[in-house]
Structure formats: structure tokens, C-alpha cells
């Protein structure tokens, strides 16, 4: 490391240092908006790619093959992200946090204004399909350090003792935008199909013009955050944040990857492999495509409640305990659960998605808010979280809905798919929380990682 004793005294000195209220409140916000825009793309574009972008988009390779392309149109965004994750976290470690969220979210709202706009295949044969890839790699660049940037920043400027409750508040936004996302769809969802697929379509994209400008105003505001101002103060900012990463932080990396396997894949597969599912079972929810949307609508609202509450009780029972809660029930519950929505009955559906994501979803994300930068020392912080969140996403958010969809296309749309799915995921997330150090109430301003 680049610090002296002395220097890493002075630094831990500073924990006790009162954060601005205005700063905080800001903050959040801030990081909020960002988080509802995030997910209101995310989900607007997993129902697409479930139920409408492979007819638009890729119609000339039958409808299995569409939807195999339409979700894979989906995943690039997410391979794309830690790429983004590696740049912008470089950028944020290097130049400050406040730098790297307003790159983002321009970077982010801009190609999904821009998805709007494409024409369809039937307009201009494959390169509306061209098009559509190319932007959702812009997207996923931009979300790439989105998510990190805004952990990062509540973080460190949230009270060590309540770190775990202002963390996890910015993350209200995700379920928000989950809200808008859904909402609007089941909306637009109600029109003709002709008028649907000829034009409204577009509006949900040309609608995150809004979300950008005021998230855009707020993050001008911002201040930067006072761990990033002690490092340029003591001249400890690092000009390789990511040799700084694999020389010295490859196992809280993996850690990070395993904790969110549970969390972000089973994220995925009920935002968007069972959307895929039920709209494949006619004959069990016939004529009613809008179920799974409708499901992810109250499912948020709970959430919404939930991630907060999971949030606070890590700070008063420990990040890794809940953590663990929300692994382990996602583990008993998800043969169980995926086997009522089979019955196709539409009250069983919401109840599973509910509980899935509100209870097993935020009980892995709400302690994760905190716990992620906790895991890493100021000067690598930023980069250590997106490679975490950003390479996980790729294996966990982005591959799920591709190889689910081809899984399910082999065995005839089973179930057990889904089940075993999540199942196996939570689990990689439970089995890491044995490996994984409690952070609860950590000192930001080390330069050391957790031990």
C-alpha cells in the first residue's frame, strides 16, 4: 500500500466525523433516482425481450428462436457491465464518485431514450436488431458502475452504526422503477395488439427522458463524499485502483461474486425466465400474458418495505446472519414455490412472487447494500464493488434468462427448470456467507480490506 502508519491513524481518526444532513439527504436521493431508472430499463426490457422484442425484432427465426435471440439481445447488456464496471469503477477510485454517476446515468438514459426511437424489423429488416444490441451495450456500460457508484456513495457518507438502513434506502429505487417499468407495461398492455406492436411500444423508452433529467439536476448537487476527500487530502489516491484490486483484493472480489448469485439470479428469474414461462403456458394461464407483470408490481411494493427493513436489522444483528436468512429461504422455498405457480392459478403466482422477492430477493440485497463496500479499503472501493456486482450480473442476471429459456425449450417448459434454477444459485450465495467476514459498523476510511 502507498500509506504510512501515521497516515492510516489519521484516517481512522476521521469515522466519528458527522456527515451533513443535506449531503445524506442528497445522496439519497441521488442515488435513488439512479437506481429507478436502472431497474425501470432492467425490467422494461426483460418483459420485452420476454413477450414482445422477438416478434419486432427477430421475427425471421421463428418464434423459440426469437425469444433465444431476444434474451440474448437482454444478456449482452449484462456482459457488457464489467466492462463498464472496470472503466468507470477506474474512473470513480481515481477521480471521485460524484464524476462517475453523472457519466453513468447519461450513458444509461440516453441509449434507453434512443431504444425507442429503432425501427423494427419489418421497418428495416436486421438492423433494427443491430441497432437494439449495440444500444443495450451502451446501457449495460453505463449500468455497469451505476449500481456500485450508488452503494458506494450512500456508504460513505451514511453513520457507521445506520449505515445498513441508509444504504439500503437508495435501493427503494430499484423497486420503484420495478413499479414504473411493470406498471406502464401492464398499462400499455391493455391496447390493441396492432397499436401495441406499431408504435406504443415505445413509449415506456422515450419516457425514461424524464427520470434522466431530474436524476441529471440532482447529481449536479451532489458534494463529493468525505472518504474520497480525506484520500486526496492525504494524497492516498491510488493511479491503478485495479492493480490495487489483484494484488491485494482477488478473494473479497469472489466473495462479492458468490453473495449475489442468489440475489441477482433469482432477481432475474422472476423479473424475467418466469415471465417467459407463463406466457409459454396457454393452456395454463390461457389468454392472459399480463399475470407475471401484474405479479412484479405487487411484488414491488413489498419490496420496496422489505429491502429497507433487512437493511436495518444488519445493523442490529450483523450483515452476514441476514444475509444468510435470505440465502437459506430462498433454498427451502424454491421447489415448493415454483411448483404452486405450476398449478396456474393466478393468486398462487402473486403470493410466490411476492414472497420470493421480498422476502428471499431483499433479504440477500438489503444487508448486501453496506456489506459490498465494507468488504474493500477506500482507495479500491469503488472498482472492487462494480467488479463484484458487475461480474456477477454477467453470470447470474444476464446468462440466467438465455440458458432458462433454452432449458425450458428442452424439457417442454418445465417447472422444475425454474426450481432447480433458483435452488442452486441461492445456494452458491448461502455456502459464501460461511466464507464471508462480518462488516457490520467497518471504518470506511481504512485502507485495508475486510479480514
Known amino acids: 500500500m502507498l500509506v504510512t502508519t501515521r497516515t492510516k491513524t489519521k484516517l481512522a481518526d476521521m ?14 436521493l441521488a442515488s435513488s433516482v439512479g437506481s429507478a431508472l436502472e431497474y425501470y430499463d432492467f425490467y422494461i426490457y426483460g418483459l420485452y425481450s420476454a413477450l414482445i422484442f422477438g416478434q419486432l425484432f427477430f421475427k425471421p427465426l421463428g418464434e423459440s428462436g426469437a425469444l433465444i435471440a431476444s434474451f440474448a439481445s437482454y444478456g449482452v447488456g449484462f456482459v457488457a457491465r464489467p466492462f463498464g464496471g472496470i472503466f468507470f469503477g477506474f474512473i470513480g477510485d481515481r477521480f471521485g464518485r460524484k464524476t462517475v454517476l453523472l457519466l453513468t446515468i447519461g450513458m444509461m438514459g440516453l441509449a434507453s431514450f434512443a431504444i425507442g426511437l429503432l425501427p423494427t424489423f419489418d421497418q428495416a429488416g436486421m438492423l433494427g436488431a443491430v441497432l437494439l444490441v449495440t444500444l443495450r451495450i451502451v446501457q449495460g456500460l453505463g449500468a455497469g458502475a451505476e449500481q456500485a457508484g450508488a ?49 406504443l411500444w415505445r413509449v415506456p423508452f422515450l419516457a425514461s427522458a424524464i427520470l434522466i433529467a431530474v436524476a ?13 476527500q480525506e484520500l486526496e487530502k492525504h494524497k492516498n489516491v491510488v493511479k491503478n485502483p485495479i492493480g490495487e484490486i489483484l494484488r491485494h483484493s482477488k478473494k473479497n472480489v469472489l466473495i462479492g461474486i458468490g453473495l449475489r448469485m442468489g440475489e441477482n439470479g433469482n432477481s432475474s428469474i422472476y423479473s424475467a425466465l418466469l415471465i417467459s414461462f407463463m406466457a409459454a403456458k396457454q393452456g395454463v394461464f390461457p389468454g392472459d400474458k399480463f399475470v407475471g407483470p401484474v405479479g412484479l408490481v405487487i411484488a414491488a411494493g413489498f419490496a420496496a418495505v422489505m429491502v429497507v427493513t433487512f437493511g436495518a436489522l444488519s445493523d442490529r444483528f450483523g450483515r452476514v446472519r441476514v444475509y444468510r436468512f435470505g440465502a437459506l429461504f430462498q433454498v427451502i422455498t424454491a421447489i415448493p414455490a415454483f411448483y404452486l405457480v405450476s398449478l396456474g392459478n393466478v393468486t398462487l403466482v402473486w403470493i410466490v412472487m411476492a414472497v420470493g422477492i421480498a422476502i428471499g430477493v431483499q433479504g440477500m440485497l438489503g444487508p448486501q447494500c453496506p456489506l459490498l463496500p465494507e468488504l474493500f479499503g477506500s482507495q479500491h472501493r469503488f472498482t472492487g464493488v462494480a467488479l463484484s456486482r458487475e461480474l456477477s450480473a454477467v453470470l ?5 434468462p438465455v440458458f432458462g429459456a433454452i432449458l425450458l425449450g428442452a424439457t417442454g417448459n418445465s417447472w422444475v427448470v425454474l426450481a432447480v434454477y433458483s435452488l442452486v444459485l441461492a ?18 476510511l481504512s485502507l485495508e480490506d475486510a479480514q
Do not use: C
Not at 435501493?171 to 400499455?188: E, S
Open 396 to 400: 447470474a442476471g444476464g446468462l440466467v
Open 15 to 28: 469515522d466519528g466525523a458527522v456527515v451533513e444532513p443535506e449531503q445524506l439527504r442528497r445522496a439519497t
Open 216 to 228: 441529471l439536476f440532482i447529481r449536479l448537487r451532489l458534494k463529493e463524499t468525505p472518504v474520497f
Open 427 to 444: 445456494l452458491i450465495s448461502y455456502i459464501t456467507t460461511f466464507f464471508t467476514p462480518e462488516t457490520a459498523g467497518r471504518d470506511l
Open 151 to 199: 452503494t458506494t456513495l450512500i456508504s460513505e457518507v451514511s453513520p457507521p452504526k445506520r449505515r445498513g438502513f441508509f444504504a439500503s434506502l437508495p435501493f427503494v429505487g430499484i423497486q420503484l422503477g420495478t413499479l414504473l417499468g411493470a406498471g406502464i407495461f401492464t398499462l400499455i398492455g391493455m391496447a390493441d395488439v396492432a397499436v401495441l406492436n406499431a408504435w
